[in-house]
């Protein structure tokens, strides 16, 4: 029987009468009043619903509003304890307002973001208390300019800055809606004017997401997928022991049976104990993970939100395309997909045969809660009852799942951080930072630049598995429904901070130049001396690689248009050594080196015929011409 209709079996009010978001003015009525509204809710949607948080609990449970994968119970939830008492009220009313009105003109704010933002409003709140100040009608624009110089003192960026000031304005442009708000004079010292712009010099140089370093992507990479090559053996291993306990003649203590049983079976399967036999079953998920996130782009909410049946190929013009399919929330709620390789298939599958076991769990406490529903309960406990159901029926086909004290979860953030930096440090890659899920997203991006750029880092591993990503910036994908065009504009990003950092290193004296391009770059004179006219080196390079559509021959960066050589350069190499259009730089020097060495074993062979000498001796003089441009006379000595 479904939720809706358990909701007859316990005491309920009609939304339509106590529900916050239905009542004209909340903010109008006495506080014993307020207190009874209904905050949220678990609707069946019919006209009956489990009350779930009311104003006057001291603590909101906003679940109804997280149909999110990957957050844990504490960041779905308010506690009004944590605020300072006084504050307690005009906080409440505050965040009520926001979760279910909005300003004239403005927009409606996810519920979902209102436990994160109340954290906001309450540091602000406890500065206030610190200062002697109870309530916002009490604040004064001197105390607003102080708090923000505090913040910024304690080195908050301006882009956190600006979510605090675009908090605390909304306080003020909601005060319709709320039983305490900023005065008129107060909220002037949030004006543009006097907050300053905010903006960070040089904001734009910097990636705000941490990379993982491309060698270390790499390695975990190769990592994961050693280890998903091992998983049937783990979980053949896991499937017998389950089986093991579950059987009739088993007539003894958990403990004795892990003692007598278990113990034994896995130090036979080569671990040295039972807590190294869990860990490699947990790396499992761990392995899938990365797996997934760095050849996908997903973020950690959307890879929690992929279930059984989630992978799926198209063939398009004759070639077969692998998909992975899931939900996001982070712009708009909806269904995405994203380009994945081949390997996502295995995984995924991997991650369905280890999750059955919870997903059988999840079904066997839905059927029992959902009996245990139609009794009689006290009203907190129907709710607290309720929201389990729920979770529940979320979790029932999610494929990352872990078990808790609480029954089996969506795998929150925090335990994929926590899993994550475990696996990384067992196979001894030692990272500068801990690893986390954020990290991926933008790695992913640079990896598909890299790859797309043919730019010569160790990524063997990786290119094998990103064959599809040649096809993430081509317009049949931008144009493709359902996609994350997000990803899109971030590789687009990726590109450029690649071409800036590539141009910016041919205008360094110290890089060696060769090819057509590449001599007049070292030729000019602009590349020693910055011209006065720009402000700073920054917008010299960018100047000169605004425009530029710079490609990899493998051999050369190639600047040129198919009216030049139509890509022959890519076939015969010492074409762009000459070419307008090419630049090679000391990327590329091992290259020429293997070329030059090849050129010398033809020239041996006495088959080639004198035309094919003669064009051998033309390439070998075209290597050492690129070599001696770009290796210093020590080191041309020994090529």
Known sequence: MALGERVICVKVCSVSQILYKNHADPSA???????????????????????????????????????????GKSDKEIYWEKSPPEWVESLKSVVSAFTYKKPLGGVQLDPATLPKRAITLNAFAKWCSASGIRRFRDVRAFDLARYLQKLRSKGVVDRTLASHVAILRRVYDMRRFIVDSFTDEAVSALRSEEVGPLWEPDAGDDRRTEL?????????????????????????LRDYLDADWALPSTCMSRRAWGDEVKKVKVREAGFKDVYDYESALIDIRTAAYIVLAQSTGCRVHELGDIRSGCVYSEVVNGVTYWWLKSTTRKVGD??????????????????????????????????????????????????????????????????????????VVSTDTKSHNKQLQAFAQRRGIRLASNLSTHRFRRTYAVIVVHLNKGHRIDLVTLQHHYKH?????????????????????????????????????????????????????KAYPGRHHQPMFFKSHKDF??????????????????????????????????????????????????????LREQQIELIELDDIGPGGQDKVRRSLAAADAVLAKLISKGEGENV
């Open 469 to 521: 990503a040649s096809m993430l910036m081509t317009e049949w994908y931008a144009k493709l429904p359902e996609t994350d065009k997000e990803l899109y504009e971030l590789i687009e990003e990726e590109t450029s901070y690649f071409d800036l950092a590539l141009v910016s290193h041919w205008m360094e004296n110290a890089t060696p130049l060769a090819g057509g391009l590449g001599s007049r770059i």
């Open 541 to 594: 390079v960018e100047s000169i690689r605004e425009g530029l559509n710079i490609r990899s021959t493998g051999h050369s960066w190639c600047l040129g248009e198919a009216k030049d050589c139509g890509g022959r350069g890519l076939f015969e190499a010492p074409r762009c050594d000459g070419c307008a259009k090419g630049v090679i730089d000391d990327h590329f020097t091992d290259v020429w080196r293997s």
């Open 212 to 236: 993982i370093p491309l060698r270390d992507a790499a390695q975990l990479f190769s990592a994961a997928l050693g280890h998903l090559n091992n998983a049937d053996n783990l979980l053949n």
């Open 29 to 71: 009525l006495p506080k014993v009043e307020r207190d009874s509204l209904i905050m949220t809710q678990v609707s069946s949607g019919s006209e009956i619903s489990v009350p779930v948080s009311y104003y006057g609990d001291m603590v909101w449970d906003y679940t109804p509003h997280f149909p999110h994968a990957a957050r």
């Open 334 to 407: 909806g269904p995405q997909r994203w380009l994945a390789p081949e390997i996502v298939k295995k995984a995924v599958a991997i991650l369905e045969r280890f999750s059955q076991p919870l997903q059988r769990r999840v079904v066997a406490e839905l059927a029992a809660a959902e009996i245990e529903y139609c009794a009689a309960l006290p009203a907190d406990e129907g709710s607290q009852l309720a929201l389990r159901i729920l979770e529940l029926k979320r979790n029932s086909t999610r494929l990352f799942l872990s078990a808790s004290s609480r029954g």
